[in-house]
């Protein structure tokens, strides 16, 4: 891709010494029990906390450097509000987000900046994320001078080359956002979460807001830059089709829960967790990849549960269709499966092949053990 080189040189400033790089295996993003509850209010003069919205409860996943996550839900499920969290947009309630083995759940403003630089957003909306009132260039270029990119009187050829990389004119760089399309807009969203060169983008639905012709442009964009840079993604998305070909390893939100968590190839195949089939079956080419047209659609009935007081036990159990009385009582965990795919669900879907063939073989060895000991102890 042309321009792609500008990314690759070296720079005027080094990161910043205080973020520790953690060891080779310290993942690049690893969040712990994160919760975010934004307090409800009455109305009226006094204005008293009378709840709590649960946006995000407890959830805790991994990026792995140069890897991508996918996290996935219906609207209203968390998503949004995990990205903000991690990119310090807002803070949390509780829980640690480690970046590079770095907690900066709880960082102050002015130490979180050298953070700042390497964790960056896309947003899904790309005419409420650009300031109407500032070019383009002012757009793009004011991160490259916060954080001290390239000195000044190379900022504008920076900016020039970042549109080249983009896909844009590197002369508008004195246009307004109001000239360009959607499309335009949100890659210039994305020259400026480029223009700092970042470890991690946190991508909100960055194609959701776009018409579908061009979706699939600004996906390829993406793709390349993944590849060419290295860049890891939280990807976000409200359906498991936009983020199959993306992210090696998917997330399964709702209703503030994580409740599946699989690379791509065990989810898509062997979904566990009834949501998961749920939404798996409204994606079509999933459906007729099934053998012989088995997976149908399954369709969700009822409304979403709200977040301010949501259903104990599983959140999912009212729209559950194998929800029996443990579902109401007991929060499911989120336990391990083979190859580490994940679920919380009391009756997730009959354990795959793999699994079958792993407690066999378990049980053949613990079977040797005992006959072992059993001779040992004669
Ligand atoms: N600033 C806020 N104040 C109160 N409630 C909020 C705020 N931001 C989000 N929420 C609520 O939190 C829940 C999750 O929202 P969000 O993270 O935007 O979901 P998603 O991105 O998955 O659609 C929703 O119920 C939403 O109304
Ligand atoms: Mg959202």
């Known amino acids: 891709m042309k321009g792609l080189h500008v990314m690759t040189e070296s720079t005027t400033t080094t990161a910043p010494a205080r ?26 003069v006094v204005r008293r906390v009378v709840g709590q919205v649960q946006a995000v409860d407890d959830i805790s996943f991994t990026v792995q450097r140069g890897s991508s996550l996918g996290l996935v839900g219906e609207s209203g499920c ?25 907690d900066i759940a709880s960082l102050r403003p002015k130490q979180m900046l050298p953070f700042r630089r390497e964790i960056q957003i896309i947003f899904q909306d790309p005419y409420s994320s650009l300031n109407p009132r500032h070019t383009v260039g002012s757009i793009i270029g004011t991160p490259l001078q916060v954080h001290n ?22 002369e508008h760089y004195n246009r307004y956002p109001g000239e360009f399309s959607g499309g335009q807009r949100q890659r210039i969203g994305i020259a400026r979460a480029l223009a700092v060169r970042p470890k991690l983008i946190v991508a909100d639905e960055p194609v959701s807001a776009l018409d579908v012709s061009i979706q699939a442009q600004v996906m390829n964009l993406l793709e390349s830059l993944q590849k060419e840079f290295g860049i890891s993604f939280l990807f976000i998305a409200h359906d498991l089709a936009v983020v199959r070909h993306f992210c090696p390893e998917v997330a399964v939100m709702y209703l503030g829960k994580i409740v599946e968590v699989a690379d791509r190839e065990s989810l898509y195949t062997q979904p566990h967790h009834p949501y998961t089939q749920a939404l798996l079956s409204a994606v079509p080419d999933v459906r007729q990849a099934q053998v012989g047209g088995r997976r149908e659609r399954i369709r969700l009935f009822g409304d979403v549960p709200s977040p301010i007081d949501p259903p104990s036990g599983c959140r999912f159990r009212t729209r559950c269709w194998k929800a029996q009385d443990i579902c109401a009582t007991q929060e499911p965990p989120l ?17 795959t092949i793999e699994d079958a063939r792993a ?20």
């Open 359 to 378: 407690s066999q073989a378990a049980a053949a060895e613990a079977v040797t053990l005992e006959s072992e000991g059993a001779v040992a102890d004669a």
């Open 335 to 351: 336990q391990a499966l083979a190859n580490g795919h994940r679920v919380a669900c009391h009756f997730a879907a009959p354990p």
């Open 19 to 44: 973020i520790s790089e953690g060891s080779g295996s310290t993942p690049l993003l690893e969040v712990r029990n994160l919760v975010k509850h934004f307090p409800v209010r009455s109305t009226g």
């Open 149 to 170: 990119i390239v000195p000044k009187n190379k900022v504008l050829s920076r900016v020039q080359e970042l549109l080249e990389v983009v896909g844009l004119n590197p």
């Open 78 to 102: 968390g998503k949004s509000t995990t990205g903000r969290l991690v990119t310090r947009l807002l803070d949390p309630t509780s829980g640690e987000v480690r970046f590079e083995g770095n």
